[in-house]
T-cell receptor
Framework: DAKTTQPPSMDCAEGRAANLPCNHSTISGNEYVYWYRQIHSQGPQYIIH???NNETNEMASLIITEDRKSSTLILPHATLRDTAVYYCIVGHSARQLTFGSGTQLTVLP | EPEVTQTPSHQVTQMGQEVILRCVPISNHLYFYWYRQILGQKVEFLVSFYNNEISEKSEIFDDQFSVERPDGSNFTLKIRSTKLEDSAMYFC??????????????FGPGTRLTVT
């Protein structure tokens, strides 16, 4: 599976959009981009995934560049409860998820 | 909303003892997984299970580990003879066949295993 690179930490003001970047320059054509988050020591929580097109659900939006070498997770109106470690994972369907160190997002009041 | 459940939430055991961690995946899911997270470290994949057999396993998943789906609802991880380094949070996850080939995984709250 392709490797991902994320900044170790980011801050965001409450109510503002949080934009979390991820580089995955070695992604292959049939690999998906998944985003998960982990709040403290809870189980990872699925957020969103995509292959080529931009995606939006009730939690977030995922913007994937045309060359698929990078993506951005957007939380449109961050709240204090969005403070978590966010993981960008590239992989094939039904297979193991390889978690990196992720980005610690801190939403500030 | 359906969710993955795990029991117990915390298990303390002595080195060399056997432990069984239990998970109830989401009911219509077909794929099941175990991951672990040692305190302060990354989440690590252990094993995946589909159609009553292991489909993938990591190097961590050695002969001390086994998985089973004893009935239609439970999915268990057994550690035969626990070691101090098995102390970690163990997460169960499940995913379904959506027909779209995406298979996002839904995780349980975890079992904290402490080996003394």
């Amino acid at each position: 599976d392709a490797k991902t690179t994320q900044p170790p930490s980011m801050d965001c003001a409450e109510g503002r959009a949080a934009n979390l970047p991820c580089n995955h320059s070695t992604i292959s054509g049939n690999e998906y981009v998944y985003w998960y988050r982990q709040i403290h020591s809870q189980g990872p929580q699925y957020i969103i995934h995509g292959l080529k097109n931009n995606e939006t659900n009730e939690m977030a939006s995922l913007i994937i560049t045309e060359d698929r070498k990078s993506s951005t997770l957007i939380l449109p109106h961050a709240t204090l409860r969005d403070t978590a470690v966010y993981y960008c994972i590239v992989g094939h369907s039904a297979r193991q998820l390889t978690f990196g160190s992720g980005t610690q997002l801190t939403v500030l009041p | 909303e359906p969710e993955v459940t795990q029991t117990p939430s915390h298990q303390v055991t002595q080195m060399g003892q056997e432990v069984i961690l239990r998970c109830v995946p989401i009911s219509n899911h077909l794929y099941f997984y175990w991951y672990r997270q040692i305190l302060g470290q990354k989440v690590e994949f252990l094993v995946s299970f589909y159609n009553n057999e292991i489909s993938e396993k990591s190097e961590i998943f050695d002969d001390q580990f086994s998985v089973e789906r004893p009935d239609g609802s439970n999915f268990t991880l057994k550690i035969r003879s626990t070691k101090l380094e098995d102390s970690a949070m163990y997460f169960c996850a499940s995913s379904e066949s959506l027909g779209t080939g995406t298979y996002e995984q839904y995780f349980g709250p975890g079992t904290r295993l402490t080996v003394t």
